[in-house]
């Protein structure tokens, strides 16, 4: 490849049987690919003139027809009828093409290369076409191609190249609008979401600053479809200014196709239409799995345990279970939010209480298990209690205690205390008590084997009893005749009341 001093690059065609290597091949894999090649509002001009007329020199066979049209950005396709190549080594008379040679010069009015020094370009011998590139927005270009000699028979006295040969055609001249490069699928990226696609895509390159014309991508359109075909294709109706658009309110679980063009501030849209279709396909999110519920907490009460968690995602109940510390019968109830009561357990029972959540019939992970142990609520002391020494003993009263199945009688002296149980009553005699001795008394009532809080402490000194003084024999005789003589008064007093 040449490139002349502060030109623009050039890209040679590639190997026979390449994509730019026959002639047509290009034009025909290029708009299989794309659907079409744009050649209105390209960027570059092209001067075309008729051929020169035939050397008396001895050249190859060269090319004959040439066709020079704009392809696209900063490109123009130059397309010839080559001839067959003579064989190697060369008959008599004959020179071997060794390859082509494409030349090009930018001028504004010229007719031929002339003393101007075009740029060229050398392809396979073999080759029919080229593509060349880099060059300037808006320009009117000269270009030619030639044979290049190579190998002569030994009878060949004046070789040369085959004379520039100039397309045929009517002079073409366009002079519009850069073309923004065509978007590439692979530049194109779908994120699929809930009834939405989310597509995004690398921006075409600018029209740089180095060419005459500097125009810049102002639009985007965005076509999609359930057909890979793009028959049934729609365009999205809201204006895209930047490479990136949410399409929403598709269906879930279908696959759409989605292809992407620019337009820049001429107005003239992407050198091939439309980008090579992307594909994405929108989908309802996962059903999250559900967790072991996290914070259970078992509060024990009077033949109950209050249980409460966290709330875990997704569920729409809860499931606790319940069991006997060691034991094996599991019973289980659903509970509609994050708290739940088990009631009628034993008190004194420790039990082991676990959760569990709920989506429908799929139950998620058991928490940890949580032990708790039902106790009755405390019993209230007993009031009112009452004692009366005797002589060696204590009588204790006092009021009933709700709840309470039977009590206990405690007392102390010297720092020793004695207890006994009542059978249920609400009183008690102590007995055997040391007479002098004071002691405190103290009542508390029993559930079970529960006790409850001892009564307010209540002290006596149990006492002997006084004896009664004996009357001497005398005073006794006195007495029992004044008594008789009382009664026989009152007898006759009686009587005399009847008469």
């Not at 009517?170 to 978007?183: C, D, H, L, N, Q």
């Amino acid at each position: 490849m040449v490139r002349a001093p502060g030109s623009c690059g050039v890209r040679e065609s590639g190997p026979a049987g390449s994509t730019v290597s026959t002639t047509g091949s290009w034009r025909t894999q290029m708009r299989s690919k794309r659907r079409s090649i744009v050649v209105t509002g390209v960027m570059l001009s092209a001067l075309v003139f008729g051929s020169t007329a035939a050397s008396a020199q001895t050249a190859p066979p060269g090319a004959s027809a040439v066709e020079v049209s704009a392809l696209g950005y900063d490109q123009l396709l130059v397309s010839w009828t080559s001839a067959a190549n003579n064989t190697d080594p060369p008959a008599s008379g004959q020179v071997i093409r060794a390859s082509y040679q494409v030349g090009y010069l930018k001028h504004a009015s010229a007719t031929a290369f002339g003393a101007g020094s075009p740029m060229t370009m050398t392809v396979n011998a073999a080759q029919s076409q080229a593509v060349l590139t880099g060059l300037d927005a808006g320009s009117r270009y000269v270009v030619a191609v030639r044979a290049i000699a190579g190998a002569a028979n030994a009878d060949v006295t004046d070789k040369a190249n085959q004379p520039w040969q100039y397309p045929t055609a009517a002079p073409v001249s366009t002079s519009a609008a850069p073309m923004p490069e065509t978007i590439l699928e692979r530049d194109i990226m779908v994120t699929e979401g809930d009834m939405e696609l989310d597509v995004e895509w690398d921006a075409p390159r600018p029209d740089s600053t180095s060419r005459t014309s500097t125009l810049t991508i102002t639009e985007y359109e965005v076509s999609f479809g359930e057909k890979a075909d793009g028959s049934d294709s729609k365009v999205w109706p809201a204006t895209i200014t930047s490479p990136v658009v949410n399409l929403d309110r598709l269906k879930n679980d279908t696959k759409y196709y989605i292809a992407i063009r620019s337009k820049n501030s001429a107005g003239g849209w992407s050198m091939y239409d439309w980008s090579e279709a992307a594909e994405g396909t929108p989908m309802a999110p996962a059903e999250p799995e559900l967790t072991a519920p996290m914070n259970v907490m078992a509060d024990a009460g009077d033949g109950m345990i209050d249980v409460s968690w966290d709330a875990v995602e997704g569920a729409d109940s809860y499931k606790v279970s319940w069991m006997m510390a060691g034991g094996s019968a599991t019973s289980s109830d659903t509970a509609m939010g994050t708290s739940y009561t088990i009631e009628n357990l034993m008190n004194g029972t420790e039990y082991s209480v676990q959760v569990s959540a709920m989506k429908g019939d799929m139950e998620g992970p058991m928490s940890t298990a949580m032990m708790a142990t039902p106790m009755a609520d405390p019993l209230d002391a007993p009031m009112n209690v009452m004692v009366e020494a005797g002589d060696g003993m204590i009588m204790v009263s006092w009021d009933a205690v709700d709840r309470a199945d039977d009590y206990k009688v405690s007392w102390t002296a010297g720092g020793v205390t004695a207890s006994a149980m009542t059978m249920g009553a609400t009183s008690y005699t102590i007995e055997n008590l040391m007479n002098g001795t004071e002691y405190s008394v103290q009542v508390s009532g029993m559930m079970g084997d529960m006790e409850g809080p001892m009564s307010t402490a209540m002290t006596a000194t149990p006492m002997p009893v006084e004896p009664v003084p004996a009357l001497p024999l005398f005073g006794m005789l006195a007495l029992g005749a004044g008594l008789v003589a009382a009664g026989r008064r009152r007898l006759h007093a009686q009587r005399l009341l009847k008469n």
